[in-house]
């Protein structure tokens, strides 16, 4: 076929037989382990990134093997977690696809996996049903009760919320949000007792500047001839906004986001 490029074809060629690679079972740690899934289509997704490979679960650990080479600095490109030390799941996003999981370990961290369809992820769920899941409805109810009892903090209750939502800290799109209460930020003691410590919750956060609001009103009337005029245009959970105030600690995120370069 005319204007194929012999090398661009090679590549896809390469690329889908490192895809299509099994899991290596030499990798398991403990010979005595025995597979519990096949081998599953899966992606390791962090801000702006995407690793592909494939996830075996056995009886012990859930083991990641890279399609495209080394990923850890020991020079392995297998990752491996015991499921002793996963705390508990949360059904994920990739993009617009209901087919991601994060798994939730104890030493704080958690990893953000996104599989080729949403069977393939209910699969891994169902392997680990011994484990809370965020995203049930159960685990959120008793959340409730406990952040009712004192039993869970402000923080903790809004963190659970958020990953009850689907939002997590490894999607830029997706990151975790917190509500603006406060609205007194002069006094150096707040009077929890008095009404202007607080914002006005009867309106939402695009509305409680009077002139910023003038303006989206006066821009949606000069819509009507729109099929859908809108109020905002903006979603306050984009890339660009959430990197914007992580731009500091996430640099390099930035530098992706921007296809490796600053603008000014």
Not at 146 to 171: K, M, P, V
Not at 235 to 242: C, D, E, F, L, R
Request: glycine share 4%; aromatic share 12%.
């Amino acid at each position: 076929m005319k204007g194929t490029d012999p090398n661009l074809d090679c590549a896809n060629v390469i690329e889908e037989e490192l895809l299509d690679r099994k899991f290596d079972c030499s990798n398991f740690v403990d010979v005595r382990e025995q597979p519990l899934s096949h081998n599953l289509t899966c992606n390791i997704l962090t801000p702006l990134m995407s690793s592909p490979g494939c996830l075996v679960v056995t009886n012990d650990r859930l083991y990641f093997q890279a399609a495209d080479g080394v990923i850890l600095s020991n020079d392995t490109n297998v990752i491996n977690w015991l499921i002793d030390d996963v705390v508990a799941t949360a059904r994920r996003y990739d993009e617009l696809y209901d087919r991601a999981m994060e798994i939730f370990l104890n030493d704080n961290t958690s990893v953000l996996l996104a599989f080729g369809n949403s069977n393939d992820r209910e699969l891994v769920l169902n392997l680990l049903h011994q484990v809370p899941c965020h995203t049930d409805q159960l685990f959120l109810k008793d959340a409730v009760e406990q952040w009712s009892q004192d039993s869970l903090s402000n923080f903790e209750y809004l963190l659970i919320l958020n990953s009850a939502a689907g939002r997590t800290f490894h999607d830029l799109s997706r990151y975790p949000v917190f509500p603006w209460v406060i609205a007194d930020y002069t006094s150096s003691k707040l009077d929890l007792k008095v009404a202007s410590t607080f914002r006005d919750f009867s309106k939402p956060m695009g509305a409680l500047n009077p002139d910023r609001l003038k303006y989206f009103t006066m821009r949606m009337a000069s819509m009507e001839e729109m099929d859908s005029p809108f109020l905002y245009g903006t979603h306050y959970s984009a890339p660009g906004y959430v990197l914007y105030y992580l731009v500091r600690c996430m640099p390099e995120h930035m530098l992706c986001l921007q296809n490796v370069r600053f603008f000014f």
